[in-house]
Nanobody
Framework: QVQLVESGGGLVQAGGSLRLSCAAS????????MGWFRQAPGKEREFVAA????????YYADSVKGRFTISRDNAKNTVYLQMSNLKPEDTAVYYC???????????????WGQGTQVTVSS
C-alpha cells in the first residue's frame, strides 16, 4: 500500500508560481512512477504531468508544457510540481498518484492523495 499526501497549494495571482509536493510512504517510492492530475469544479479529472521511477522520463499535458515542471527526490520519497506563469484556468484541486509504470491515464493509477487546492486569481 502507498500513502500519498499533497501540500503546497494556495491562492496566487495570475503570473505567479507555486510548488506542490507529494510525500509518499509505504511501498518503495523509488520503484513507482508518479503523476499529477487536477480537477476543476464541474470538470473531469485531467492529466497534468508524470515522471518515471528514475526521473529520466516525463510527460506533460500540452496546456502546462513550458510552465510546469515535475521532478522527484527518491531520497525524500517526494515528487514535486513546480508551477510557473500560472493562469486562472489552472485553478483546480491537484492530486498526486502512483503506479508501477509511467502513464497519462488516470484510470491506470491505483494510489491517490487527498488533493490540494490551487486557486489562481486574475
Amino acid at each position: 500500500q502507498v500513502q500519498l499526501v499533497e501540500s503546497g497549494g494556495g491562492l496566487v495571482q495570475a503570473g505567479g508560481s507555486l510548488r506542490l509536493s507529494c510525500a509518499a510512504s509505504g511501498r518503495t517510492f523509488s520503484s513507482l512512477s508518479m503523476g499529477w492530475f487536477r480537477q476543476a469544479p464541474g470538470k473531469e479529472r485531467e492529466f497534468v504531468a508524470a515522471i518515471n521511477w528514475s526521473g529520466g522520463s516525463t510527460y506533460y499535458a500540452d496546456s502546462v508544457k513550458g510552465r510546469f515542471t515535475i521532478s522527484r527526490d527518491n531520497a525524500k520519497n517526494t515528487v514535486y510540481l513546480q508551477m510557473s506563469n500560472l493562469k486562472p484556468e489552472d485553478t483546480a484541486v491537484y492530486y498526486c498518484a502512483a503506479r508501477p509504470a509511467l502513464s497519462r491515464d488516470y484510470d491506470a493509477y491505483n494510489h491517490w492523495g487527498q488533493g490540494t487546492q490551487v486557486t489562481v486569481s486574475s
